[in-house]
């Protein structure tokens, strides 16, 4: 498979500048423009001779990822992009804008295997992993299309990042060395692959970790999210304990609200019983219905939900997904809009 430029390790950068007769300070150039200046082709090199700019531009695709769609939240605050790869498969990323941050969400997957009962990632079933470079490439577009400083990376987009382990903490690492963000500003999310919790703590990476929970026993939690049956929901929680023991940094665990499924009282009381003695915000996210047979809950229920949580040790937040209209808020993106 024909790979871009991005995708390049150093030394198949080396290899492909002895091919051109070029010497080894172009790799430093190059680096700088996608880097520093996010250009998007090699014509916009300018200190590179307009001869090498056109064999590069003939030999080799400098980004493996193009824009194909933009799609436009009511709220303008949030946009969703739709990225081809160069063997022809479709990634969605999420650019949300507010007066203090702009966050990217970005996919780590074609597609997921994990089968989240509530997710439209889901229906896609897995297609391939993204290479380190498609990883990172969604940013780098993203930061050409925004207006702002992109200050937060969130792997939430499409995917389960720790099936994609190595590739995800490649990219993270691009992202803090290259591009400047501090590991408290990217944060891996995981349905709850606890094998990779703990190696996540044993590497001390210091990426926030965030756990999309959505359940409160083994059960209910089973039914949503079947992972459960390999990665048991104790099994996660005291991996959870073992990366907070050795990381110090707190998790946050993600609470989709559905309908009639985990939306009571006492699905709230569980939920402090559960995660009582591990520091840990929680943040409750109420359902964002994309056609199938989950629902979100009504206001009162929700409410109700939240007022059980009132005397919980842990911080609760709750996040009213951004660009609902578009099919960009959480649990929603499953490239639908090829058109
Ligand atoms: S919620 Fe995440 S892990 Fe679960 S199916 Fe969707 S993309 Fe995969």
Redesign the pocket.
């Known amino acids: 498979m024909k790979k871009s430029y991005l995708e390049l390790n150093t030394n198949e950068i080396d290899s492909l500048l002895t091919v051109l007769g070029e010497s080894s300070f172009r790799a430093e150039q190059i680096h700088n423009w996608i880097y520093d200046h996010g250009v998007v082709s090699w014509g916009e090199m300018e200190n590179l001779p307009q001869s090498l700019r056109d064999k590069l531009e003939n030999m080799i695709p400098l980004h493996p990822l193009r824009i194909t769609k933009i799609s436009g939240s009511d709220s303008k605050s949030t946009r969703k992009y739709l990225f081809e790869t160069l063997d022809g498969q479709n990634i969605e990323s999420v650019l949300m804008n507010d007066r203090k941050r702009t966050t990217v969400c970005i996919s780590s997957?074609v597609g997921?295997?994990?089968?989240?009962k509530?997710?439209?990632?889901?229906s896609m079933g897995f297609i391939k992993n993204l290479s380190v470079g498609e990883i990172v490439d969604q940013v780098i577009h993203l930061q050409t299309q925004s207006k702002s400083r992109i200050t937060n990376v969130v792997f939430?987009?499409?995917?389960?990042p720790f099936l994609n382990y190595k590739s995800v903490i490649e990219a993270a690492k691009i992202l803090s060395q290259e591009m400047g963000f501090g590991a408290r500003r990217i944060t891996i999310?995981?349905?709850g692959i606890v094998p990779k919790i703990r190696q996540l703590a044993d590497e001390d990476h210091k990426y926030k970790l965030a756990i999309?929970l959505n359940g409160t026993d083994e059960k209910s939690r089973n039914t949503i999210?079947p992972?459960t049956k390999t990665h048991s929901l104790k099994s996660l929680i005291e991996s959870a304990h073992y990366y907070y023991k050795k990381i110090r940094r707190f998790i946050t665990f993600e609470y989709v609200l559905l309908k009639d499924v985990n939306d009571s009282p006492e699905d709230g009381e569980r939920l402090i019983d559960l995660l009582r003695s591990l520091p840990c915000k929680v943040n409750v996210i109420p359902y964002n219905e994309i056609g199938g047979k989950y629902n979100r809950p009504k206001e009162d229920k929700i409410h109700a939900f939240l007022h059980s949580l009132k005397h919980a040790p842990f911080t609760v937040t709750v996040r009213w997904s951004k660009g609902t209209d578009i099919d960009a808020g959480c649990?929603q993106?499953a490239v639908k809009d090829l058109a």
């Not at 939430?156 to 389960?160: H, N």
């Open positions: 997957q997921c295997a994990v089968d989240c509530f997710c439209a990632t889901a939430m987009g499409m995917g389960e999310s995981t349905a999309s999210m992972l649990g993106l």
